[in-house]
């Protein structure tokens, strides 16, 4: 049985990632497509809810001048989630995103709590299953700066020539997104392949890192000297530093960042380049490629990549999934150069001289989680 799967708040960032992640796997999963005009249009709304057998209810107003104005907002789309199920008389499984700020007793902590009390009601009343995820501080790739999360915020930052400032050198837990996706995933499957399993939960998602704001600025500093400016790949010690990392990278201007130009030794013997510096370990291969032929067309999940050209005429595509803009960058074995490839970037190499193209290859996805991480995809 393939699960129909909705998410309210579909284009905002936890939305889009997983959005995008459900879309990998065809076999198992269908996307029923949420709009937020839906919330205005109380027959889409209606189709859209009777349409799943899973609704991910994401969409929340987390930060506005009046307090008040977030706690009717978020309180008024749990309530109209409600009465739309009622009305096409659906029991979908519903996951609703909780904060760990339930318990600061704010209006946006109030109205996650209550919103998250009268979906698991509903649920009760209605022989349905329910999760309520209590989420700490989420970030990851293409957040929003200044709203989504403080690593957003630091992360543009920093690459677009600002001076991030510590307001409070608090505690931060703190999950990476593609790391929540997962577990929203392997809930969904467990409780929809599991009668045993319970009907109406609350979970309390677990933190996968943990740091002060000031370590947190001193980590993306690190990113900043050794990547940033000098393009060498620095230490990452561990996963929770790895989705810094893969995070900081997708920050920043990619269009005007890339190409980065090689110091290129010539001497009587011949040339030298280096072509990666780094500070971690990794895999280096080389290709060559007949003149016309494309190699890629895929992205990666969590794999770090770099291409460099040394010999012959290159061109490299990037497109960041479910965009249409498409980055172009021409590479020549003349000026030898290298461009890296960001996470959720589909991705090619195509020859475009009339000589033998020789690249080189760095790749390193530092632990292997298990899960698949490189995926077939058209850049055009």
Known sequence: MILKIGITGQAGFVGTHLYNTIGLY???YERVPFEDAYFDD?????????????????????RHNDPEVIYATNIGLVKQLIVAMKETHSRPYVLFSSSTQEERHNLYGKSKFEGRELLADW???????????????VYGPFGNPYYNSVVATFCHQLTHNETPRIEVDGDMKLIYVGELVRLILDKID?????????SVESLLVPCTGECKVTELLGILNRFMDT???????????????????????????????YPVNLVKHTDVRGSFVETVKLETGGQVSFSTTLPGITRGNHFHTRKIERFAVIKGKALIRLR???TEQVLDFELSGDQPAYVDMPIWYTHNIKNIGEDELYAIFWINEFFDAGDPDTFFENVE
Do not use: W
């Open 320 to 322: 960041r999934i479910a």
């Open 190 to 198: 467990q409780q929809l392949s599991d009668s045993n399993s319970i």
């Open 26 to 28: 065809p076999e198992k």
């Open 227 to 257: 990547y940033f400016r000098n393009g060498i790949f620095p230490q990452l010690n561990n996963s929770f530093e790895i989705n810094l990392f893969n995070t900081f990278r997708c920050y920043m201007d990619i269009a005007h960042h």
């Open 123 to 137: 649920a009760k009343s209605n022989g349905a299953k329910f999760t309520g995820l209590i989420i700490p501080n």
């Open 42 to 62: 109380t027959a889409r709304f209606n189709a859209f809810v009777s349409s799943c057998d899973v609704i991910v209810h994401l969409a929340a107003l987390n």
